[in-house]
């Protein structure tokens, strides 16, 4: 390897593979990404269900299909790659420092540095679920690469807990696989998967969901025996005597994803308490000079698709900032307000040209049935407005918005602005 390269991305999931890609057709002459992994493709290599490509390729394409149309263009473009390496620390001034087997310790200089490490599960430790410690207690992803990629079945009776498109997806899988899948239940009252999932994945399997419920206990000596589900009220207390002991021999945790960011923290790269992931700009810039961030990093996104394309944003704001090209400082703010759990990008430079348009996605934080309208406030003045079928949490909302006729709008050019969804 080199010791300065112009663009460094670190991951080659969909994001990394995009933004490296991306980099390279702006400009940028080295370009490297920096993999843990021992291959390109990330997460989607064990995701051999369809329903990937939809938007860029107007396709329904399984993970490694999807994937393998990113690797090839990154190796006609010579994009250099490096796998079995782990960063291991990144300053602000865009120093890197990583390890593998082969070379030992390196020390790399980027000019730009795009942060695409994705995301990781919840484990039971993060949910707190009481019980005994057997075996038999999976992350939903582990699942997925021990039956996917392993070929090894963990069990034979599964409960699951968290209607995370994950789960769903190993519920339909592991039934196609002779398992039993006993029920799904999820303490939230509403799905915090995809709709089109839960049909495909549940419904068409007849496997049970089961809303407002949690685990209250965890039993089995060496393996799971049992699970104690519990129901839950409004404010997510549990109710007594709503009870119930179900036999299984393994439990399966889709409980949420959260971004990969201890290089972000590292790095000086400010972190939003909501998504938990970088505060971003719509170039995908963070508060640090040259570093960039781009897809589950930045936010959990529903379809890869959008993935890609905000690591594409990365990539050429990136290739950008490396040739010497002038930064724009943040001139809006964009925060949640009623009705919206997380917005992305939490900052806006205004500065883009007359037919400037800004990328905004956002998640709502209940359930909307019916039409509702997506609006961004000066304080009670709404600039912008949007109208959508329905709102739900599971579901990303993503408004092309042009930012330049958006800020015309605004009365005094306050740079605080608030996203709100109101039921229509």
């Not at 960011?261 to 308490?273: F, I, T």
């Amino acid at each position: 390897m080199k010791k300065i390269y112009d663009v460094v991305v670190i991951g080659a999931g969909p994001a990394g593979l995009s933004a490296a890609i991306e980099a390279k057709k702006s400009g940028a002459g080295d370009v490297l990404i920096i993999e843990r992994n021992n291959e390109p493709g990330g997460i989607l290599l064990q995701c051999i269900h369809n329903g990937f490509g939809s938007v860029i390729f107007k396709k329904d394409l399984p993970g490694p299909a999807y994937a393998w149309n990113f690797i090839e263009q990154a190796r006609s473009l010579n994009v250099e790659m490096v796998f079995d390496t782990m960063v291991v620390d990144i300053t602000g001034g865009r120093k890197i420092y990583a390890s593998n087997s082969v070379e030992g310790f390196i020390e790399l200089d980027a000019k730009a540095i795009v942060l695409a490490m994705g995301c990781r599960e919840r484990t039971r430790a993060q949910i707190m679920a009481p019980g005994d410690r057997p075996a038999g207690v999976f992350t939903a992803g582990m699942v997925q690469r021990l039956v996917n990629i392993e070929g090894y079945m963990p069990g034979k009776n599964f409960v699951i807990l968290g209607s995370g498109d994950i789960g769903m997806i190993m519920a339909r899988r592991l039934t196609l696989e002779g398992a039993k899948v006993i029920k799904i239940i999820e303490l939230l009252p509403y799905l915090t998967g995809l709709r089109r999932n839960y049909v495909q994945c549940l419904q068409d399997f007849g496997i049970p969901l089961e809303l407002s419920t949690t685990i209250k206990r965890i039993t089995g000596k060496k393996r799971v025996e049992a699970v104690e589900t519990v129901g839950v009220d409004e404010t997510l207390t549990p109710i007594a005597g709503t009870e119930r002991v179900i036999a299984c021999d393994s439990l399966i945790l889709s409980v949420g994803l959260v971004p990969e960011n201890e290089l972000s923290r590292k790095a000086g790269v400010v972190l939003d308490p909501l998504t938990l992931g970088p505060v971003v700009d719509e170039t995908m810039a963070t508060n640090v000079p040259g570093i960039f961030a781009a897809g589950n990093v930045v936010t959990i996104y529903d379809l890869v698709d959008y993935v890609s394309m905000a690591g594409a944003t990365a990539g050429i704001s990136a290739a950008k900032f490396a040739a010497g090209a002038p930064v724009s400082p943040p001139a809006f703010t964009l925060t949640p307000g009623d009705g919206v759990r997380t917005v992305m990008p939490q900052k806006i430079t205004g500065l883009s040209g007359p037919d400037a348009s800004v990328l905004v996605e956002l998640r709502a934080s209940r359930e909307f049935a019916g039409r509702v309208s997506v609006n961004i406030l000066e304080d009670e003045n709404i600039v912008y407005s949007h109208v959508e079928k329905y709102a739900r949490p599971a579901e990303m909302i993503t408004l092309k918005i042009n930012w330049n006729e958006t800020a015309k709008k605004l009365s005094n050019n306050k740079s605080g602005l608030k996203v709100n969804i109101a039921k229509i």
